[in-house]
């Protein structure tokens, strides 16, 4: 039996890789979160949870004592858009904190870590993304997820850490958080609806990406930490058909049986984003099996029945100049 430890693990990847490795196998889970992004309902009661932040000062001893076989870094706020107005807080939360998982992975003679970095670091590079393609990206939290990389590439070079990138591709579905007005499209638009509001765009619409179901992303993620064919490599995880945010709209429409499209400001974003995932097909044993449509019913379904929550908002911006209108 093996230690598993999940950052991040009350989160939409967390919970979900926490539920799957409890169920398929017989190792135990560990993990940690500071509930900023993710709910305390979501994780698995047989997770032995320490609700703490990575930066807190007793992280190396929570790590000490677990002294996990397998590390999964997923803890990150991931809003990408909000990036360049949270800056340091970006770089702290997921360049720092990433450090720290690095150091007590070498440190505690982990097998093997695995990252979840990002499409993002591909940023202004052509599509489709191709996992050889040199990463440009265009956004504090593209670079974040860039450098946490070549950190823990260099790791891996110098200390003999072995490990394992993914870049997931827009991953929706159940447990996610859709209380959240700066990420996660597709449970904004949820949390929209369920409030009587219409479903806002960015822009004209026209924008390309993928999206992926997470029950169709967690296999292939466990089997990152344990394949063989996945150690030192860079694997780009789901979003196999692109589609516009216009048509990834009308989809969700067209589930939930009304409401209406609001367009506003554009934002300072990539147009064209979608990848390869023949790699992860070839190395992770990834199947495309849930459509948009279906995806989106099972995550509807479970979207009316959660708790009326309070919208998260930032208290204040480090950075107001050149903020947009929405988020003022
Ligand atoms: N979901 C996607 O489409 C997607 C796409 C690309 C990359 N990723 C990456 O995958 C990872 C997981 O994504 P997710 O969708 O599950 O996000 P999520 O927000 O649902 O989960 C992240 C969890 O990390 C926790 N957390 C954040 N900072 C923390 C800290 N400093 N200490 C402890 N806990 C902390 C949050 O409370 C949250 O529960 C992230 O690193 C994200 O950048 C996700």
Redesign the pocket.
């Known amino acids: 039996m093996s230690k598993y430890f999940i950052?991040?693990?009350?989160?939409?990847?967390?919970s979900n890789l926490a539920d799957y490795i409890l169920k398929n196998t017989k190792h135990d889970v560990y993990g940690?979160?500071?509930?900023?992004?993710?709910y305390i309902d979501n994780v698995n009661p047989k997770v032995v949870l320490h609700q703490?932040?990575?930066?807190d000062e007793d992280f190396d001893e929570i790590f000490a004592n677990v002294k996990p076989d397998y590390v999964y870094h997923?803890?990150?706020?991931?809003a990408e858009g909000l990036s360049p107005f949270i800056r340091c807080f970006n770089y702290d939360?997921?360049l720092k904190?990433t450090a720290k998982v690095v150091n007590n992975c070498i440190r505690h003679n982990v097998k093997r870590i695995v990252f979840?970095?990002?499409?993002?670091t591909y940023g202004r590079a052509e599509p489709p993304f191709h996992e050889d393609l040199i990463p440009q990206p265009i956004d504090p939290y593209g670079i974040a997820?860039y450098a946490c990389e070549m950190d823990i590439k260099v790791a891996g070079e110098q200390h003999g850490l072995d490990w394992c990138i993914i870049?997931?591709?827009?991953?929706?579905g159940i447990k996610?958080?859709i209380w959240d007005k700066y990420r996660?499209v597709l449970g904004i638009w949820m949390y929209q609806h369920l409030n009587g509001q219409p479903i806002t765009i960015f822009g004209d619409g026209k924008q390309t990406r993928a999206f992926?179901y997470i029950k169709d992303s967690v296999g292939p993620l466990y089997r990152a930490s344990q394949s063989d064919k996945a150690s030192k490599q860079i694997i780009n995880l789901g979003g196999i058909k692109e589609c516009t945010i216009d048509q990834a709209a009308d989809t969700l429409l067209s589930v939930m049986g009304s409401g209406t499209k609001k367009y506003m400001q554009a934002r300072h974003e990539v147009k064209h984003a979608y990848s390869t995932y023949k790699k992860s097909e070839d190395l992770l044993g990834f199947s495309h099996k849930t459509s948009l449509y279906d995806g989106l019913q099972c995550m509807w379904d479970w979207a009316k029945q959660r708790p009326k929550r309070e919208r998260f908002i930032w208290p204040f911006y480090e950075l107001d100049k050149g903020i947009y209108s929405f988020w003022r």
């Open positions: 950052t991040g693990i009350a989160g939409l990847l967390g940690i979160d500071d509930l900023s992004g993710g703490k932040n990575i930066l997923f803890a990150a706020y991931a939360n997921n904190s979840t970095s990002s499409m993002a997820k870049r997931p591709h827009n991953v929706y996610q958080n996660n992926s």
